[in-house]
């Protein structure tokens, strides 16, 4: 749409009496502040050249961001929000969060930002539900990845999930008793697996976790160091969930929560498409960027 709304974009800073200048309202103000208004192109004109759009803009400067995450990035949850609350911003806006039994957000215990979500290890997880094909993983790369912090690994604890019911699964990295699995199938029903074996992870600690499928090769690293990959992944077609649901501290593999995690989770992306790490790497010091 042209010309654009202030809506449209975000504006980091506006300078030309000193002033730092935020609101849509400001901004205009300033931009007015000339005092020349003829047609609608004339104003226009007169608010772009402030932006410093043109050569002869003086004396403001600009600087706009507009967030873009990459054709890839199909989810992003940060969690960021007050403690105790039971919704947070999908940021690619592709998908809604939802929550489920009493998980909510705790700002004591986070890995960036001001919040994670907190799962109680008996009935807590959370959603992420919108575009059905973004989950559809099928024979192409893709990286399913988070923070995690334990609180207790025994038992079968499910990080991320994609499935919808016992029909209709495909993929999860799952941590059994300490040891981190990817379970995936191919036809819905049956799950194939592979341990990654124990990765000497701690309790009461925050990990980067990452599962990742580049070509024939399927490899999970931990803080960035690769623990393993499954065997020859040549042919293996995941099994399209025609309802796609994105699950988090919990699995959805029987049309109902299972596999519930006891701890928290922080700064989930999911990736379709891309293989984002095809060696061992510097895990993110820091919220995913678009």
Known sequence: ???????????????????ELSKPDDVHAALRAGGYVGSIDDMWKQHLE?????????????????ASWDAETVFVGFFNGANGATAATEETE????????????????????????QFDGNSDYVTGLGNLTDFEFAAGNFTMECHAYAISESGSQAYLNISDSATDRAVQIVNINGTLYCQWSTNGTAWSFHSFGDAGMSTATWYHI???????????????????????????????????????????????PTQFMNGYIDNVRITKGLARYTANFTAPTAEYES
Do not use: C
Not at 50 to 66: D, K, Q, R, V, Y
Not at 97 to 111: E, P, S, V, Y
């Open 50 to 66: 402030a932006l410093g759009i043109t050569s002869t803009a003086e004396p403001f400067t600009t600087s706009i961001a507009i």
């Open 1 to 19: 749409m042209w010309p654009p709304r202030s809506s449209d974009l975000r504006i980091q800073e506006l300078t030309g009496n000193g002033e």
């Open 94 to 117: 592709r998908h809604t969060i939802g929550f489920g039994g009493t998980a909510h957000l705790d700002t004591t215990i986070k890995k960036f930002g001001t919040a994670s979500v």
């Open 210 to 256: 990452a599962l990742v499928r580049n070509g024939t090769a399927l490899t999970m690293y931990v803080d960035g160091s690769s623990i393993g990959s499954a065997d020859d992944w040549t042919g293996v077609t995941i099994h399209d969930v025609e309802a796609a649901t994105l699950s988090i501290g919990a699995a959805d593999v029987n049309g109902t």
